[in-house]
């Protein structure tokens, strides 16, 4: 089981750093926003705001949230060793995705 808030407060740090990193969750960035919403605001991340894709579920595999969780993670060892900040990428069943989030405007 994930330890929701020490990973919300670790994803944090990583976004305050460098924010267009949040590409780097892919499909799965949408999840990561509201658990990260769970602990934050946008005082703490300006990314924080009610911006969504609403179609993202469609998308997503069908497993557990700590799944999702742990796929999220996966995605993002894989987007931040080989994507190289690309908004283009794919999702779990191969077909393409660009993300973007409108509150962080990039």
């Not at 949408?30 to 924080?48: A, G, P, R, T």
């Not at 999702?68 to 283009?88: P, V």
């Amino acid at each position: 089981m994930i330890k929701r808030e020490s990973f919300a407060r670790n994803i944090l740090q990583i976004l305050q750093t460098k924010p267009q990193r949040y590409r780097e969750f892919g499909v799965y960035w949408w999840l990561i926003k509201e658990l990260l919403k769970e602990h934050y605001s946008k005082d703490d991340l300006y990314l924080l705001g009610n911006f969504t894709d609403t179609q993202i579920h469609e998308r997503l595999p069908d497993v557990s949230e700590d799944e999702l969780i742990h796929l999220a993670i996966l995605e993002h060892q894989q987007n931040a060793a080989y994507n190289l900040g690309r908004n283009s990428v794919n999702d779990h069943e191969g077909e393409p995705y660009v993300i973007y989030d409108e509150d962080a405007g990039l």
